[in-house]
């Protein structure tokens, strides 16, 4: 895969990337696809003292999406598995 080197300083709240974010090893994922960036995200990379990470997407725009201005989207909604009934004891 051809990656693009991302400084940690360029990760922002809010922005997305049209492809998975790796840690700088290009294996262990940091950030899935569309995956919207956290406070959380922001604090561990400042906390692990991670110098870059990388990306063969793009940053997606959103600048012309309403979405961006509410604090949940669709893709951080996930879908719960049917839960399995107990069975009562004597």
């Excluded at 809010?14 to 959380?40: C, H, W």
């Excluded at 922001?42 to 990306?55: G, H, N, R």
Aim: net charge negative; aromatic share 12%; charged share 30%.
């Amino acid at each position: 895969m051809n990656y693009t080197k991302i400084n940690c300083s360029d990760m922002v709240l809010g922005i997305r990337y049209s492809a998975p974010v790796f840690f700088e090893d290009g294996e262990n994922m940091f950030l899935a696809e569309g995956k919207t960036v956290k406070q959380y995200h922001l604090d561990a990379l400042k906390k692990w003292k991670i110098p870059f990470l990388l990306s063969y997407g793009h940053v997606i725009d959103d600048s012309s999406s309403a979405a961006k201005d509410s604090s949940y989207s669709i893709d951080d909604i996930e879908e719960l598995e049917e839960i399995e009934e107990l069975e009562e004891l004597d």
